[in-house]
C-alpha cells in the first residue's frame, strides 16, 4: 500500500471505529521528526557506533536517526555553523571547532588539562561549564548534550624511530605534522615543537601515504580505525591531549521537543557517550601491541619533558588570556 492509500484506508477505519492498535505505529511513523548527524569519524568508529546503537533506538519513538559519516554531509569543521544555519541536527563537535567561535572553549583544548576520561566527564557536569554551554546555546543555537571520550591523542610519523627518535619537543623541530584546520589544534601542534599544517580528517591517510605530512596525531583507536599504521612507522606515546567531542544538538529542534522527548533525548545521548566512553576505553588499552604487530614501533617518551613545553607555550598565549579566571584551577581541582 502506498502512503496515501494507508493514509486513506486509516481515515475510513477511524471513521468505522475500527482502529487497531497494531495500526498506531504507522500513523506515528508519518510524523516522526528526523534527526541528522554530520561527523568526519567512519561508520566503525566507537562515537559513530554508539550513536547508532545505543542513541538511535532510545529516540525511535519520535525520531528516525540519519547519520553521514567521513564528512560525507558537511566538511569537518563547517558542522557546527550548518546546525545554527537549520541545515544539519547533530554532529560529534569538538571544543577547538567551538573555541573559533568562542576563544574561551580553548581552555578544553588544551595540551594535558584534562587527565582522563572520568576528569572529561567531572569537567563537563561541573557547574563551571554552565557558562560556556549557554552561550552555545544562545549565541550559536547548539545545545551541548554531553561528552564524548575520543581518547589520549599521540604522535604518529612515517618516519622509523631511528631516524627521528621522538623523545622530546627538540626532536619534532621541523617536522610537518598534520594537525586539524583549526587555530586551537595548530597551536597544539606547535606547542609540541613540530610544525603544523592544517587538513580535514578525511585527506590524513592519503597526505602519510604520499609524504604530503611527515605525521599526524590522534588516539590508538582512531590510527587503527582509519588504518594510519598502514602508512606510518613510529608512535610516540606523548598523551598531549585527553581528547574529547560533544555530542551537539539544534537548539531549535529541542525547542521543539515536548517534555518527555526532551528527556528522552538527553538520556540517549548521556548513554550513548557512556557505552562510546566505556567501548573506546577498553580498545585504547588493548590496541598496542596490535599496532606493533603491523610493524609500527610505540614507545613512550619523555613526558614531563612534553608537558612542561607544551604548558609553557600556554601561558601568556591568547588562548589563556581568553579563558575566565578561575576556570583553569577549578578544571585541576576536579582532577585525581
Ligand atoms: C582529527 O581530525 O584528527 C580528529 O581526531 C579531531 C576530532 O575532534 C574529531 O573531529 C575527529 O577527528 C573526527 O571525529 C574523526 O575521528
Redesign the pocket.
Known amino acids: 500500500m502506498t502512503k496515501m492509500t494507508r493514509r486513506a484506508a486509516t481515515a475510513s477505519l477511524y471513521a468505522l471505529g475500527l482502529v487497531v492498535s497494531m495500526y498506531a505505529p504507522t500513523l506515528a511513523d508519518d510524523h516522526k521528526m528526523t534527526f541528522t548527524l554530520a561527523?568526519?569519524?567512519s561508520e566503525t568508529?566507537q562515537r559513530s557506533i554508539a550513536m547508532a546503537e545505543v542513541f538511535a533506538p532510545m529516540i525511535a519513538e519520535f525520531a528516525d536517526y540519519q547519520p553521514g559519516y567521513n564528512g560525507t554531509l558537511f566538511a569537518?569543521g563547517t558542522e557546527l555553523e550548518a546546525i545554527s544555519r537549520g541545515n544539519l541536527t547533530m554532529s560529534?563537535a569538538?571544543a577547538?571547532e567551538l573555541a573559533q567561535f568562542f576563544p574561551e572553549f580553548s581552555i578544553f583544548a588544551t595540551g594535558y588539562v584534562h587527565q582522563d576520561a572520568a576528569h572529561q566527564v567531572r569537567v563537563f557536569n561541573d557547574a563551571l561549564m554552565d557558562p560556556f554551554k549557554q552561550k552555545v546555546e544562545d549565541e550559536l543555537g547548539v545545545k551541548l548534550l554531553s561528552v564524548m571520550y575520543?581518547g589520549r591523542r599521540h604522535v604518529n610519523l612515517r618516519q622509523p624511530r631511528s631516524e627521528v627518535d621522538v623523545q622530546t619537543p627538540a626532536d619534532l623541530a621541523g617536522v610537518n605534522i598534520r594537525m586539524?584546520g583549526t587555530d586551537a589544534w595548530q597551536f597544539l601542534g606547535a606547542a609540541l615543537g613540530a610544525s603544523p599544517t592544517p587538513m580535514a580528517?578525511t585527506e590524513v591517510y592519503t597526505a602519510l601515504s604520499t609524504g604530503a605530512v611527515d605525521g599526524q596525531d590522534?588516539p590508538l583507536p582512531?590510527v587503527v580505525d582509519a588504518k594510519f599504521y598502514e602508512v606510518t612507522k613510529q608512535i610516540s606515546l606523548t598523551s598531549h591531549l585527553v581528547?574529547l567531542?560533544y555530542i551537539a544538538f539544534s537548539k531549535e529542534t529541542w525547542d521543539s521537543l515536548d517534555p518527555d522527548q526532551k528527556v528522552t533525548v538527553q538520556r540517549a545521548a548521556d548513554a550513548a557517550a557512556a557505552v562510546g566512553r566505556l567501548k573506546q576505553l577498553e580498545k585504547e588499552s588493548n590496541l598496542a601491541d596490535f599496532i606493533r604487530g603491523q610493524g609500527v614501533e610505540v614507545y613512550t617518551p619523555d613526558l614531563d619533558a612534553f608537558r612542561n613545553h607544551v604548558q609553557a607555550q600556554y601561558i601568556g598565549s591568547e588562548f589563556a588570556a581568553a579563558w575566565p579566571e578561575g576556570v583553569l584551577e577549578k578544571i585541576n581541582a576536579l582532577g585525581n
Request: charged content about 15%; aromatic content about 6%; cysteine-free.
Open positions: 561527523t568526519s569519524g568508529d569537518q560529534i569538538s577547538q575520543l586539524p580528517f590522534n582512531t581528547d567531542n
